[in-house]
């Protein structure tokens, strides 16, 4: 019996895996095609493989203006959408784990606030220059490694930080890193610095280029490595602290690389995406309900559901106005806002 269900579930995970997958071909394909520039589909195909392989497979029967437009707008951005959608699940997934409740997520828990406070302050302070052109990426990320430091020290109580003060205080630094952002945007006048700031801040990847692409691609696959590699320790962290610790688990190590992961992918997400709140919440959430709560199952659907929801929030951002772009952080909260609100009430009724 123990291998019919055995077998069952490996099934079930195959097939959950192959509908994301297929429903991620179908709208990457929608992505690039739609546009104020019509492209038939058959030549976006054509594009993308010549480029990739970097010779004309396919002899060009479009205009160069189409080349460029289809390879260096359309498509990093689509990829760029998925990283970005994938990276902020993944970090939903540890930050769940480390505090083992589903409320937590890196938006929740301030991380995400944090990084954005430093992200603005490189660009519009010009605060970390000496980095050059990754000035953006390393204020972010030292925003978000501030961020959840404030968070832990100010839930830790006795030593010991339990998971509802950690949601808790992650409420409460979000909420500052947030004021000290807007102080920085609204002290800054009317400078094209500030007007970047404050569309950035909603959340937008009008900005995907290769070059951005290439150093966040490399950051996440590093990350999500690392992650896989404590995937059964993740399993047992669940258990509980001191029941980890009992079956040989050095909690103390592990909860370090959760923070170490979550903080360096959350600020380098959020260098190049904004703030594009509740995925990390939404998407772990509903993963672990359809295939579980393993991680070697769980990861690998959360970054593809994520990367998913991110393709398919940057689409509506592009065609519910347009020729006008929605931030990608409204089409989130809209989606995100009603369903940690649904949890919350789910909680709630658990504990009557």
């Not at 709208?27 to 976006?44: D, K, L, R």
Request: net charge positive.
């Amino acid at each position: 019996m123990k291998k019919r269900s055995t077998a069952g579930g490996r099934r079930h995970f195959a097939v959950l895996l192959l509908f994301i997958l297929g429903m991620i071909a179908v709208f990457t394909c929608i992505s690039v095609t739609m546009g104020a520039v019509e492209i038939a589909p058959v030549n976006i195909v054509k594009i993308i493989i010549n480029k990739s392989f970097g010779r004309e497979i396919f002899d060009a029967a479009w205009e160069t203006k189409t080349e460029n437009i289809i390879w260096n707008i359309r498509f990093p951005r689509v990829l760029l959408a998925f990283i970005v959608g994938a990276g902020l699940s993944l970090c939903g997934v540890l930050m769940q784990a480390l505090t083992k409740n589903s409320l937590a997520d890196p938006y929740v828990l301030g991380i995400s606030s944090g990084a954005s406070a430093g992200a603005v302050c490189a660009m519009v302070l010009g605060m970390f220059s000496i980095f050059g052109g990754y000035s953006v990426i390393v204020g972010a990320t030292a925003g978000a490694a501030l961020s959840i430091i404030m968070s832990m020290k100010i839930a830790s109580v006795r030593g010991r930080i339990t998971s509802t003060q950690l949601v808790l205080a992650g409420i409460a630094t979000s909420a500052l890193f947030s004021a000290i952002t807007n102080l920085i945007v609204y002290g800054g006048g009317a400078s094209d610095k500030t007007k970047t700031a404050l569309y950035w801040m909603v959340g937008s990847l009008s900005g995907a280029t290769w070059s951005r692409l290439h150093y966040v691609a490399v950051v996440f696959i590093i990350a999500v490595a690392v992650i896989f590699l404590f995937a059964k320790e993740l399993d047992v962290l669940l258990l509980g602290d001191d029941a980890a610790e009992n079956l040989g688990v050095d909690t103390r190590k592990l909860k370090w690389v959760i923070i170490a992961a979550s903080t360096v992918l959350t600020g380098v997400v959020v260098s190049v995406s904004g703030v594009i709140g509740f995925i990390g919440l939404v998407v772990p959430h509903m993963m672990r309900g359809v295939a579980g709560s393993a991680h070697r199952r769980l990861i690998p659907l959360a970054l593809l559901g994520g990367g998913l929801f991110a393709v398919i929030a940057d689409l509506l951002s592009r065609v519910l106005i347009a020729p006008e772009e929605l931030p990608v952080g409204v089409i989130s909260d809209f989606f995100g806002a009603p369903f940690f609100l649904y949890l919350i009430r789910k909680g709630s009724r658990e504990k009557m």
